[in-house]
């Protein structure tokens, strides 16, 4: 999403530093497309590119490229037609029993194939007091028994903030789950203080994370220790990727990111299909393809440690197997 100022900046990094590899990629990439959406990535993330490899499945997914320009009529805005979803400022429901809450709109990465790339997060709540005012929605529908924290990013909030938000949704008594999807562990690890891990973990919830790693080259040694300290917290952890072309649509890639995952004790949980967003197109992967892909993984790889393969498709009441 199109918010707030990044956490590490990698053409001001690389111009900074003279680092000729970073340079010459960076003046390859697509003004225009970065007009639009601009790059965005996380000093954590942008150290483990291999600059020396323009076909690097991390910097694929954060590089703007002249790619992005080319229209397909199939390809939107809104893919997810979220806006028509919208209770309230910064929650969308779109599922039974669930809420979305956008807490932010920034993010420490700007993913080129992000579904909210077009969205600049305007109606999310600022305040404490217009959260309190857009909750009022939950605490009127008792169905609601989980909340979905999303965003942008909902880990970069201010960790005073997010809690407060957090206090705010624990004085409803229906809300019986906290789920928290955040890139922050495997983009910026540093962010997840111990402190932050020990509030979460006394939240009047049963909270889960949901974290986003597309290929085994996201994981190091930091990433894994934070999320060691999650789950030793006794915070599950589960995964979902988005199945890319170039980044991680063959065997080996997806078997690697797999076992890196179960090492790490994370669970791998759904492999998307590209949400058909505007500018992202050229990453698109066929179902077909992602079956047989699947079907390969369950012949080197036990049972739990093959995600399912889905599809968002608006109008549906839950994910679409595929």
Not at 87 to 106: D, E
Not at 227 to 236: E, H, T
Request: glycine residues 6%.
């Amino acid at each position: 999403m199109n918010c707030n100022p990044p956490i590490g900046f990698i053409k001001k990094e690389a111009q900074t530093t003279g680092n000729s590899k970073e340079m010459a990629l960076l003046n390859g990439s697509s003004k225009e497309a970065d007009e639009q959406f601009p790059l965005l990535v996380s000093d954590a993330f942008a150290s483990r590119i291999d600059w020396s490899n323009s076909s690097d499945p991390l910097l694929l997914q954060i590089l703007p490229t002249a790619a992005e320009l080319q229209t397909d009529p199939a390809f939107i805005l809104d893919p997810l037609e979220e806006a028509g979803y919208s209770i309230a400022p910064g929650i969308i429901k779109k599922y039974h029993g669930r809420a979305i809450l956008q807490l932010t709109g920034a993010c420490p990465i700007h993913c080129r194939y992000c579904f909210r790339r077009h969205i600049k997060g305007d109606n999310i709540p600022k305040t404490l007091a217009q959260w309190d005012e857009s909750l009022e929605v939950i605490r009127k529908d008792p169905s609601i028994v989980e909340i979905i924290y999303s965003g942008g990013d909902p880990l970069m909030l201010p960790n005073k903030k997010f809690l407060q938000i957090s206090n705010l949704l624990g004085e409803i008594a229906h809300i019986k789950r906290l789920r928290i999807h955040s890139r922050v562990p495997v983009a910026s690890p540093e962010r997840i203080s111990l402190d932050l891990i020990k509030s979460i973990g006394n939240l009047p919830f049963t909270v889960t994370m949901v974290i986003h790693m597309n290929h085994a080259d996201e994981m190091d040694g930091f990433v894994e220790a934070t999320i060691a300290s999650l789950v030793d917290a006794g915070i599950p952890i589960y995964n979902q990727s988005v199945l890319l072309k170039g980044v991680n649509d063959n065997l080996e890639s997806l078997t690697a990111l797999s076992e890196a995952l179960i090492q790490a004790r994370v669970t791998p949980y759904y492999l998307h299909l590209l949400d058909p967003v505007a500018g992202a197109a050229h990453f698109l992967v066929d179902a077909k393809t992602g079956r047989q892909l699947l079907e390969e993984m369950r012949k080197v790889l036990p049972g739990f440690a093959i995600p399912l393969l889905v599809q968002e498709i608006p109008g549906e009441l839950a994910k679409t197997p595929i």
